[in-house]
């Protein structure tokens, strides 16, 4: 499956965006979608997950509350609402898909860089 993300930007501190990741080549349905985060200097992290029926979703403690994860299997897209953004939150962030019932996150898409100012 390739994976592109977009929607990243600069926002200043309590601001919102919305990422998007599209996702073509396979079938979407089929696997479970990602989005993680890299900043400057520190090693890549988890922020959120979801199944491929949206019932199953999980988040990082540090965006909880925070940022909601949605996907439209119709649409072979899954989204990252970010609410609150803080400067603690900026960095690349990355969509990932693996295949359901694997633990191996295969395919990534290209970052999209997020910048929050204070």
Not at 8 to 19: C, D, E, K, P
Not at 34 to 54: C, L, M, N, P, Y
Not at 80 to 108: H, I, R
């Amino acid at each position: 499956v390739q994976l592109q993300a977009f929607g990243g930007g600069l926002v200043q501190a309590g601001g919102s965006l919305r990422l998007s990741c599209a996702a073509s080549g396979r079938t979407f349905r089929n696997y479970v979608m990602g989005w993680f985060r890299q900043a400057t200097g520190k090693e890549r992290e988890f922020v959120a997950s979801i199944w491929r029926d949206t019932r199953s979703l999980h988040y990082a403690d540090s965006v909880k509350g925070r940022f909601t994860i949605l996907r439209d299997n119709a649409r072979s897209t899954v989204w990252l609402q970010m609410n609150s953004l803080q400067p603690e939150d900026a960095a690349v962030y990355y969509c990932a898909a693996k295949f359901f019932g694997t633990s191996d996150w295969n395919y990534w898409g290209h970052g999209t860089q997020v910048t929050v100012s204070s």
